[in-house]
């Protein structure tokens, strides 16, 4: 049996409106992008790491900045994020992937793992601990198949489809999806289901 790949794939930018910059911004010394792509670094199912960002000159100074520590970039359109996500893995030729956003620094490593094993072991197109939020804000974690991108990539035209990447993902019925969520058993205990 062949073994899944998994690629992470961050969504970044740095216009943002409540906080313009905010992914250079420091993090115990570091800067918020270079703080998650290091905790990243510390999962074990993770073959490689790629920021995707925008071709804007807006993003210029992030793309430069990101080469500069020698890290692995994709440029592609602005507003259609879906696309975006779409081109990186056809240009690379990656079938499956973790999407993860850039204002989620502080992302748990053996979550992602976790949830990564959830994945390669079953026969899912999108397994996701978002379906129903049951994690804290900043432990999001999708993984899909390109096979399941590519059918969104090519058959949706809302832009807030094309904006938000797997907002199809989590309304379709035609998916085969896998809910992950901690389930409480008391106050004190909570397992990973």
Known sequence: MKTKKIYALIQARLKSTRLPGKILKKINGKESIIFMVDRLKKCKNIEDTIILIPKGKTDDRLYNFLKKKKLKVFRGSENDVLDRFYNCAKKLNIKHILRLTSDCPFIDPILVDKIINVYKKGNYDYVSNIIFRSFPDGMDTEIFSYKSLSFARNNLNSSFDREHVTKYFLRSDQLKKKKIFF???????????
Do not use: A
């Open 183 to 193: 389930e409480k058993k008391n106050n004190k205990k909570k397992k990973l289901k």
